[in-house]
């Protein structure tokens, strides 16, 4: 069956032989500066899903810089557009049976999904569920949460019984789970759903099986054995404590549940099978060693469990299941420099989607036929990119001040230095339960293109390296976290790694407050900094409508601050104590941090007579999509840095 990879979903390609495929790169000499464009141009292919019968790709791909729908026809080599609209960026896709095919997009950053599929036989596009305008204290109009491979007709959908242009609040009765019909956009209401609730279910049949609820600052994962009954109680904990185990999915039998565990505070997980009916937790099978599983592998419509992957530098994948683990060895074999990963398979597992990367490799997407014996290069997602003009990305780890062990990772420049070079810190976002992960990242390979070293630091309350490490950062935003990014700088100081006289930092999201962070509290360390959608002011960010539970929950549970230390901890209020010029970027559209955080940092800079850059996007959100804009962004930070490092 198809793979499904489960993770909390080109109009010209070069076909080539497997064997083709270039030797391992050598270490790069000093090169031309690369043209931004090949770095963030629209990506030739990315989202690549094989059909059941495997006799065809649908992936995204531009038209006219527009992310659209490709086919790929593995026989004829044929390709063609599927779907395209000039005025909506298409986000993902994935099969519904061989002949559907179904589609969404994020309308202007707004993270409010438009929904369609299209019928591969009439080429008939029908619209499912339309977007809304954006409001973060709401939650979307219309989301899919499990596609139901076994299903022929229809997915798991939130939404409301009509399918409008209106927002969706808990006050609606209409609001809620629903059966969605993939081809006439019908639904069959399963459940209502409330402020209370977040986390379902499904079993391979569709019905819903499982729910988390919130009780106060509780969690409680309540079950049923099918929809007429009452919803009862499997386990209960504090928001603060861990779960005894964690659901996946079920087999399918929809007796067993495929769960995780959390076997120590250094981050050893486990996967088990738990029987519903009984309640009884099952042995491993599979224990991950040190290392926190970063996901999982389950065949589509069965749910069969044929591997997982590991991540701790790196990512490593584990293949339970042999058939898959003896390809995964010829794959190797034959790809010997990558990562290479099985991500869609036949039903009959005689066609396969094999995306290879690395760090100085983009993905890579190869079709393997087994029935001709012949493997086949699709595209890399960025085709201008040469592996061999990037640079490494190095896996590192220091002591903070406290003696917690902080790993991160740092990506030289190409050119070479006798001595320190100029250093970029960039913090990544969230931030609880992400981290900074080694693999191809377009603005490293770009800035250390430019000449820049950088240092990404997976600092307390990043999550995949053990709850512990997750853990000790709640509550310090602004504080130890702030502290852990501040010990990387000086110990690549100390390494002689970075020049103390030329050091910026640059993050978005999280690491955009983290960058004001670092410009108010360290103004000494740094020569300049980049603020990309990032949080100004704690006390508007622990602002929320009074049904937004879990935006409560939040703040209550990892923020934990009272007034006072929410203002001194929020950059917006020490902005005299900058020295240095700064960049900001923000979307207008954007939903999690709202344009009121540049407004009120804004008022600031001007009022302390501090110099700065503004760059502001009318439509865009949390992040710039569109190429347009991507690029006009990246060329402004090149010259920011040019001037100011």
């Known amino acids: 069956m198809p793979l499904a990879v489960c993770r909390t979903l080109a109009c010209a390609f070069l076909l080539v032989t497997a064997a083709a495929a270039a030797p391992a790169p050598a270490a790069a000499a000093p090169d031309a500066r690369i043209p931004i464009e090949h770095f963030f141009a629209q990506r030739v292919i990315q989202g690549a899903t094989l059909s059941p019968d495997g006799k065809r790709v649908a992936f995204l791909g531009p038209v006219k810089t527009r992310m659209s729908v490709m086919l790929y026809d593995v026989a004829t080599e044929k390709l063609?557009?599927?779907?395209?609209?000039?005025?909506?960026?298409?986000?993902?896709?994935?099969?519904?049976?061989?002949?559907?095919?179904?589609?969404?997009?994020?309308?202007?950053?707004?993270?409010?999904?438009?929904?369609?599929?299209?019928?591969?036989?009439?080429?008939?596009?029908?619209?499912?569920?339309?977007s809304r305008k954006a409001d973060f204290e709401v939650t979307t109009e219309g989301a899919v949460i499990d596609p139901l491979y076994r299903l022929p007709d229809e997915v798991a959908f939130i939404g409301t019984k009509a399918n409008r242009k209106q927002n969706a609040n808990f006050d609606n009765p209409d609001y809620g789970i629903y059966l969605l019909n993939v081809h006439n956009g019908s639904r069959k209401f399963l459940e209502p759903i409330d402020g209370s609730t977040a986390g379902w279910v499904t079993d391979t049949a569709g019905a819903l099986r499982l729910q988390v609820r919130y009780r106060g600052l509780n969690n409680e994962l309540e079950y049923r054995a099918k929809p007429s009954d009452k919803w009862s109680v499997l386990y209960k904990h504090a928001e603060k404590e861990k779960a005894p185990w964690e659901p996946l999915c079920f087999a399918a039998d929809n007796q067993t549940l495929y769960v995780s565990t959390v076997d120590d505070a250094e981050g050893t997980m486990s996967v088990r099978l738990f029987n519903v009916g009984n309640r009884i937790l099952g042995e491993p099978l599979f224990t991950s060693k040190g290392a926190e599983i970063s996901s999982y592998r389950f065949e589509d419509g069965t749910n069969k469990l044929l591997g997982v992957e590991t991540n701790r530098d790196k990512p490593e994948l584990h293949w339970i299941d042999e058939s898959f683990a003896k390809l995964a060895t010829k794959l190797k074999n034959t790809l010997p420099d990558t990562h290479n990963d099985i991500i869609s398979s036949s039903q009959d597992n005689q066609v396969h989607l094999i995306v290879s990367r690395s760090d100085r490799t983009p993905a890579t997407y190869y079709v393997l036929d087994l029935r001709v014996g012949k493997m086949a290069m699709l595209s890399s997602a960025l085709p201008d990119i040469d592996p061999e003009k990037m640079r490494p990305m190095e896996p590192i780890a220091f002591t903070a001040r406290d003696g917690t062990r902080i790993p991160g990772y740092l990506t030289r420049p190409a050119t070479p230095a006798s001595g320190p070079v100029p250093l970029i810190l960039h913090p990544h976002g969230g931030p609880y339960g992400v981290r900074d992960d080694w693999g191809f990242i377009p603005e490293v390979q770009f800035l250390a293109n430019r000449g820049y070293a950088i240092l990404q630091v997976n600092y307390r309350g990043s999550g995949g390296l053990g709850r512990n490490h997750q853990e000790i950062g709640r509550g310090e935003w602004g504080a130890k976290m702030q502290d852990d990014l501040t010990d990387a700088v000086k110990?690549?100081?100390?390494?002689?790694?970075?020049?103390?006289?030329?050091?910026?930092?640059?993050?978005?999201?999280?690491?955009?407050?983290?960058?004001?962070?670092?410009?108010?509290?360290?103004?000494?360390?740094?020569?300049?900094?980049?603020?990309?959608?990032?949080?100004?002011?704690?006390?508007?960010?622990?602002?929320?409508?009074?049904?937004?539970k879990a935006r409560r929950r939040f703040f209550e549970t990892w923020v934990a601050l009272d007034s006072a230390q929410l203002a001194a901890r929020s950059p917006v209020n020490f902005v005299e104590r900058i020295r240095v010029p700064s960049l900001h970027i923000y979307g207008l559209n954007d939903p999690r941090v709202k344009i009121e955080h540049w407004r009120r940092l804004e008022?600031?800079?001007?009022?302390?007579?501090?110099?700065?850059?503004?760059?502001?996007?009318?439509?865009?959100?949390?992040?710039?999509?569109?190429?347009?804009n991507r690029v006009d962004f990246y060329r402004k930070l090149e010259d920011f840095f040019a001037k100011n490092l």
């Open 80 to 130: 063609e557009i599927a779907v395209h609209d000039p005025k909506e960026e298409i986000d993902f896709v994935f099969w519904k049976g061989n002949d559907t095919l179904l589609f969404a997009g994020d309308v202007g950053g707004n993270e409010s999904m438009m929904y369609g599929s299209i019928s591969l036989k009439t080429r008939k596009v029908q619209r499912l569920a339309e």
């Open 491 to 548: 110990w690549a100081i100390d390494q002689k790694i970075a020049d103390p006289a030329r050091i910026a930092v640059y993050g978005a999201s999280y690491g955009g407050y983290a960058a004001l962070a670092a410009l108010t509290f360290t103004p000494e360390l740094f020569k300049c900094g980049v603020n990309y959608v990032g949080v100004s002011d704690l006390r508007y960010l622990a602002t929320y409508d009074g049904e937004d």
């Open 603 to 628: 008022a600031e800079l001007k009022k302390h007579n501090k110099p700065y850059q503004f760059i502001e996007a009318k439509d865009e959100g949390h992040g710039f999509g569109g190429e347009a």
